[in-house]
T-cell receptor, first 110, second 111 residues
Framework: GEDVEQSLFLSVREGDSSVINCTYT??????LYWYKQEPGAGLQLLTY?????DMKQDQRLTVLLNKKDKHLSLRIADTQTGDSAIYFC??????????FGAGTTVTVRA | DAGVTQSPTHLIKTRGQQVTLRCSPK?????VSWYQQALGQGPQFIFQ???????QRGNFPDRFSGHQFPNYSSELNVNALLLGDSALYLC??????????FGQGTRLTVV
């Protein structure tokens, strides 16, 4: 994950919006991803965005991509306790290999 | 559709031993990738198999090897286990798209 960086922790109040940020280094990345991992579990694909897009929305999730700054963000609207998990940003140069960040631990407080 | 399934879920091995982990891809998927996730870190790419051949490899020693079978299932083998090999091993499958789906992983503990 040395090419993808994320802040390690985020605490958010239930009902508020969460914003998780990620920076990547390779401008050749074709796809950028957000995965969710709950304790003791594998990775769940939340959403992904092709590098020629600026934004993608899927229900409560909004992904923003700033290619110039190599910055990706995930916004979760109306955050719920079930959203508490580790969120990983990942990039792919082709369809072969995903490079992950170290993950952002999101804690939702009542 | 059972999704990506991995076995076993947990495993304890002794240093120097060998281990084989198994993965069945999501129905219809022909590509399998393996990742190692150490505690508190993001997954690291080990290698990917497509059409029974290793298509790409990450920065892992030759002690890590794999295989893909005609039914697209895959095995990950690790020889001469070290304490540092203790990790969650994740399998992901895909079919010529950007979407890679992960299994629940195998937790390997080397003692």
């Amino acid at each position: 994950g040395e090419d993808v960086e994320q802040s390690l922790f985020l605490s958010v109040r239930e009902g508020d919006s969460s914003v998780i940020n990620c920076t990547y280094t390779d401008s050749s990345s074709t796809y950028l991803y957000w995965y969710k991992q709950e304790p003791g579990a594998g990775l769940q694909l939340l959403t992904y965005i092709f590098s020629n897009m600026d934004m993608k929305q899927d229900q409560r999730l909004t992904v923003l991509l700033n290619k110039k700054d190599k910055h990706l963000s995930l916004r979760i609207a109306d955050t719920q306790t079930g959203d508490s998990a580790i969120y990983f940003c990942a990039e792919s140069l082709n369809d072969y290999k995903l490079s992950f960040g170290a993950g952002t631990t999101v804690t939702v407080r009542a | 559709d059972a999704g990506v399934t991995q076995s076993p879920t947990h495993l304890i091995k002794t240093r120097g031993q060998q281990v084989t982990l198994r993965c069945s891809p999501k129905s219809g998927h022909d590509t399998v990738s393996w990742y190692q996730q150490a505690l508190g870190q993001g997954p690291q790419f080990i290698f990917q198999y497509y059409e029974e051949e290793e298509r790409q490899r990450g920065n892992f020693p030759d002690r890590f090897s794999g295989h893909q079978f005609p039914n697209y299932s895959s095995e990950l083998n690790v020889n001469a286990l070290l304490l540092g090999d203790s990790a969650l091993y994740l399998c992901a499958s895909s079919l010529a798209t950007a979407e890679a789906f992960f299994g629940q992983g195998t937790r390997l503990t080397v003692v």
